[in-house]
């Protein structure tokens, strides 16, 4: 401020003088004006000077352009093309500016045209601009044409068109340009290093991300914030975590960018109490969290299905005012639909100002997730009154919606619709929702007939679904077929060759049990064993079928015995094809009751304070008689019960359960 008010005394003489009249010196009071954005006292300067030249016009255009006004800015250069004056290369970068802040590109061209006539298309300064306004417009032909046309012998346009490749996903582009680069003899600066490895990172090509971190130790710029924090992100998403941390410790001028890397690439790899220890120590570091680690961190919440994690990082988000962000809120979508709690998913949506593609996908597959199909189909025709367009990931939410709740019709006819209404091609994803569809509503033949009309092979994903019905259907021969094709493709996949078993067993084919379980041993693929875990206090209390370790357990078998005498009271009657061994009909009996999400269950109802929400989570699909026992403890204790599995969640109210017994 006190440079303004210096401004102003200055200001003052040169009026007393009768200067400002002048030119040359009212122009440079509108350059000092423009950078303290003054912009209505620039422009009484503007109008008081008589004879304006062409350097006080560009000067004013200038100045609203630095400063936002970039409709001022085009009204003033139509009035100066008006008065006959020529406009001259930072006269257009300007202009340019002016074009790019309203995103008019249109009108971006028009003064291309003029750039042209006028002879400035080899000004670098000029060609920059334009390189600005046609990649952030995505005219990415346009940008290289004006990068062909512009010397090369500076480092700035080969640097700046690289950047907008890479940031324009096309990496590939970026890469081919960097070689021509160097085969150019043109040296690199520590942004063209930063911008080429982005697209290594992205394209995961960690080969030539290696060679560029060998020139940069050459150069001296590895430890640059701006390459480190690449270097970091490339080996990151190449899986090579080790490599990525000693850059990030190594690091002596780390930003939160650095940490933001770290983090989101713990949580990329699956490993969510790294990402969160990574924040701790950011938070004691005193580094600012950003939105992009706050929306990292609710992924790993998500990914951990942890819900109190999740709850804190919102807390925290409302505290730093990132709870508006577009990437934060749809992350807070994502974390409370996978955490069980659907209803502070729509809440967070509602509140949303301004909701993208990425919300609406959220939305919908939260709602699919929890098998509310009706939901997740009005969601998408909210969808539909409002411009934005679905995309791929939309109709995967949509379709597994249908299939979650045996909607065979609707899902055919969205199907469809994809690419009739849209112009979307069906991928893999899709054909696995209609296979999934088809097939668990009984319709394995046509189930087989789409598969044999995907263009291409069918993934390891669409076996899987087949596979999955032949198991609800008890058709052993196609389920045969369908696992041969998951083990082909999967020598190890152990949930195969569980399901393949499972088929015999409800057919009685105990040879063929044995035979599957014999192979399992001779290629040493070990049965994933079933767990069920539950949150609280902060701690994860994790079950195994027949746990007898924890601290609690004459209080659980106490809990269990009540639910088994209660249960039946009440009309519960146990289905003991859900255990399938060859065993005794009263041993089937008792072994239901040693089942994981039972034991997590009746820990939870002795842990979990009365009147709240139980929240389970398991790593396998929920056993039918499970379903059927935990529908009547709801009844029984009067609370919510909700489990998460494999597929989808269940929750149990009241004696019902969120998927009508269809799941």
Known sequence: MEWAEMGWCIHACIHKLGHDTDAFVGTALIDAYSVCGFVDVAKEVFNGIIERDMV?????IACFAENDCFHEALVLFNEMRIEGLLPNNFTFASVIKACLGLEAVVIGRCVHGCVLKTCYEMDQYVGVSLLDLYTRSREIEDARQVFEDIPKNDVVPWSFMIARYSQSDHCEEALDLFLQMRKGLVSPNQFTLASTLKACATLGRLDVGRQIHSHSLKVGLDLNVYVANALMDVYAKSGNIEASMNLFVESTNKNEVSWNTMIVGYVQLGDAEKAFQLYLNMCEEQVQATEVTYSSLLRASASLAALEPGIQIHTMTIKTMYDGDDAVSNALIDMYGKCGRIKDARVVFDIMSKKDVVSWNSMV???????????ALNIFKDMGKTPIKPNELTFVGVLSACSNTGSLDLGQSYFASMKEDYGIEPCMEHYTCMVSLLGRLGHLEKAVKLIEEIPNDPSVMVWRALLGACVAHNNAELGKFAAEHVLEMEPQD????????????????????????????RKRVKKEPGLSWVENQGMVHYFAVGDDSHPDIKLIRGMLEWFSLRSKRAGYAANHDAILLDVEEDEKGRLLWLHSERIALAFALIRVPPGSPIRIIKNLRICIDCHAAIKFVSKLVKREIVIRDINRFHHFQDGFCSCKDYW
Not at 365 to 375: P, Q, R
Not at 495 to 507: E, G, K, P, R
């Open 56 to 60: 006080s016009w560009t000067g004013m």
């Open 494 to 521: 152990e949930s195969t060759y569980v399901l393949l078993s499972n088929i015999y067993a409800n057919a009685k084919r105990w040879d063929n049990v044995a035979f599957v379980r014999k192979s399992m041993k």
């Open 365 to 375: 597959s939260a709602y699919s997730m929890h098998g509310l199909g009706s939901e």
